[in-house]
């Protein structure tokens, strides 16, 4: 965080914009504030766009104003001011109107008071002071407010010392934090989401208040816990976030799969590992080597058939098997229930999870090229992500075996490249159609073509065979006579009327 005096800030908002927002709030005689995360994000050097505004009036100019709200009424007489390039569009119900200017977008509301009736959760609004508006604001970091009126021109309004939590890098709430979770339950995904953002603590009060509210985000649509999921997980450190879930107790009502993934279980002095944290460090690996959102769903997901697959069997103690299958299974579940796109990406995700095992399943014995290219067909274009779950998911305490896993593990990429240099095997094809089979031998669709037709795959995975049409069909030849297949014709003859 870098520190800005109201000099400092008045030189930051010295834009043309900004200026005229404030000439404008001055000619209707009302106040105008800059608040919210983009004050915040001027402290924290993280560029916005979006910029809200909060405009005051009086009592006696909103009486002159009638049923027109101060938001609406800047925003429109701002529009006119800037001419041609502005974009203004009005939410008369919610009494905001928004400015489009030259790439910013500015939302501008009249300050508010809110008050909760005990038998209603719908809030009463009424005009208010500056005061009022910095009060029912989220997070003291978020409650911030820099003055856009000509003579007070940069002047930072600071009624929770915001900027205090902002250097010890603390997440409090302005009032009593039950009173502002109760009020907005996403507030808390808001508050694990910049807690994971900016790598900050989350001050006690408000997470004792955390646990004792979770139950409250039921009432709050699957589409906005998305929303924060997704930007924790888009965090450089994304663990944090999914601990913090777990401590309050969010996790469970939320995501009860990735909550079913925490503990570990002992019998006879043997415990397995707990897949939650594993997950977690996985998760953060790929974070570290740059994934994207989908990668990281796949990291968040490769162990989530875990539970459902453990075992105990007397002599390999805790096993898993086929964890990778169930968790393929459950992933479009998971999809479906949090809002999550069920297309393209969600067949990426289903993928990596059923595939993530393969390739330190390579590295472990000895490399071949028949393996390495059987991986590189069924991951297709995802093998680069493969490669990089999978090594992410490395995670042994042992470090010689740890090691051992990498130096292989390098081994399997470089074939990976010498492999894909040489043939393309992503988009193989096998050379000899089942449509050929049944003409050179004369004998309908039975289970001896798709035989033969896997012999001769297996022959050219293994390399023993060259990929090529010729040295396929004699393989085939060879396979067929084997199986008592004999050509309706002599094969010199197909072979040339085949080209
Ligand atoms: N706010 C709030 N309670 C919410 C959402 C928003 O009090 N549930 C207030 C906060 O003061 C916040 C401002 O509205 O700073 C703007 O909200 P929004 O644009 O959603 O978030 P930002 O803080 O700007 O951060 P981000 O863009 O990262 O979501």
Redesign the pocket.
């Known amino acids: 965080m870098r520190n800005l005096t109201d000099q400092d800030l008045a030189h930051l908002l010295d834009t043309p914009i900004f200026h005229q927002i404030g000439k404008t709030a001055d000619e209707m005689g009302v106040e105008c504030y800059v ?4 004050v ?2 001027l402290f924290l050097e993280r560029p ?1 766009q ?1 910029i ?1 505004c909060v405009v005051v009036a009086s009592q006696s100019v909103r009486e002159q104003a009638g049923e027109e709200r101060p938001g609406i009424q800047l925003a429109n007489t701002l529009g006119k001011r800037l001419g041609r390039g502005a974009h203004v569009s009005v939410f008369r119900n919610f009494g905001t109107a928004q400015v489009k200017y030259h790439g910013s977008e500015i ?1 501008f509301v009249g300050a508010r008071r809110e008050s909760y009736s005990h038998d209603s959760r719908k809030p009463i609004i009424e005009d208010g002071t500056l005061e009022d508006d910095l009060d ?4 003291t970091i ?2 911030l407010a820099v003055c856009l009126n000509e003579h007070r021109y940069g002047q930072l309004v600071d009624r929770f010392d915001g900027l205090y939590d902002m250097e010890d890098g603390i997440i409090a709430t302005p009032l009593d934090p039950d009173i ?1 979770f109760s009020d ?1 339950p ?2 808390m995904m ?1 508050c694990i ?2 807690a994971t ?1 900016l790598n900050f603590r989350i001050e006690d009060e408000t997470q004792a208040a955390l646990s004792r509210n979770a139950e409250r985000i039921k009432i709050i649509s699957r589409e906005r816990i998305i929303d924060e999921l997704n ?1 924790i997980l888009l965090s450089p450190i994304p663990s944090i976030g999914f601990i913090e879930l777990s401590r309050s107790g969010l996790l469970p009502l939320i995501f009860p799969e990735l909550a079913a993934l925490e503990g570990v279980e002992v019998r006879n002095g043997r415990a397995h590992k707990d897949n939650f944290y594993h997950t977690l460090e996985v998760l953060d690996n790929v974070a570290t080597m740059g994934g994207d959102l989908w990668l990281r769903w796949a990291a968040l997901l490769h162990d989530i058939g875990k539970p459902k697959s453990k075992r105990w069997e007397p002599v390999a103690g805790w096993t898993f098997h086929n964890h990778n299958y169930l968790g393929q299974r459950m992933v479009s579940s998971i999809f479906r229930r949090m809002k999550l796109p069920m297309d393209e990406r969600m067949a990426y995700v289903e993928k990596l999870v059923l595939l993530h095992m393969r390739p330190i399943a390579i590295a472990d014995e000895i490399v071949t090229d028949s393996a390495v290219r059987r991986l590189l067909f069924e991951a297709g274009e995802d093998i680069s992500d493969l490669m990089t779950l999978c090594e992410a998911d490395i995670t042994s305490k042992n470090q010689t075996r740890k090691q051992q896993f990498l130096d292989n593990f390098q081994l399997v990429r470089q074939k990976l490249d010498d492999l894909q240099a040489r043939d393309n095997y992503r988009t193989w094809k096998n050379p000899i159609t089942g449509e050929e089979i049944m003409q050179i031998f004369g004998i309908p669709p039975c289970q001896e073509i798709g035989q033969l037709k896997q012999a001769v795959k297996d022959a050219i995975w293994d390399s023993l065979i060259p990929n090529e049409y010729q040295a396929a069909r004699d393989y085939m030849f060879a396979q067929a006579q084997k199986m008592g297949l004999t050509p309706v014709q002599d094969p010199s003859t197909l072979e040339n009327s085949k080209q």
Request: without cysteine; charged residues 50%; glycine residues 8%.
């Open positions: 608040v919210g995360g983009y915040r994000d916005s979006d809200d939302e029912r604001r989220d997070f978020n409650a502002t907005d996403l507030r808001r989401r910049f953002q930007k």
